[in-house]
């Protein structure tokens, strides 16, 4: 009898290590799925340079866009979903802002050479600059949570 408690132990351990196994290579699998998507959206900013009205509404697009597939990412679990739901909020702060700074950008681009013309030109000067210092904190948090998901993700592949 004292074979069979034993074969039957080795039987469920191995089930439960085969268990933790699918559990970490999900994990990994819902890391890579939610780290691509971030990235995305991070490329969508990088290497742009921004110098017509129209590049900051695209990117403001491009990041609209990135949101709405990253809401949709089926993540199990819940730290995960957790930070989805923060970077969800840093896109959607990124995007509104370079909205903004396109919007403002559009305004220079069709203001009049008279008073009226620099008086929005000044306003929109000072609507970009506002906003500039908002992304830069932006971009400060969403450094700080891709460092938080590297670390999480890191360990989940261990």
Do not use: W
């Amino acid at each position: 009898m004292m074979p069979a408690r034993s074969h039957q132990f080795t039987i469920t351990a191995l089930g439960a290590a085969a268990l933790v196994i699918g559990c970490t290579n999900a994990k990994v699998s819902q890391c890579h799925k939610l780290i691509q998507g971030i990235n995305h959206g991070v490329q969508a900013i990088a290497d742009v340079e921004l110098n017509r009205s129209t590049t900051a509404l695209q990117i403001g697009t491009a990041l609209d866009t990135t949101t709405k597939k990253l809401e949709k990412l089926p993540l199990k679990d819940e730290k995960l979903q957790a930070f989805r739901r923060r970077f969800v909020i840093v896109f959607t702060a990124l995007s509104q802002a370079f909205s903004e700074i396109g919007e403002a950008m559009s305004l220079v681009e069709i203001a009049q050479p008279n008073q009226a013309g620099i008086t929005t030109t000044h306003t929109a000067k000072t609507k970009v600059e506002t906003t500039s210092k908002s992304i830069k904190k932006i971009s400060k948090d969403a450094d700080k949570l891709a460092a938080e998901i590297n670390t999480y993700c890191q360990f989940s592949q261990d």
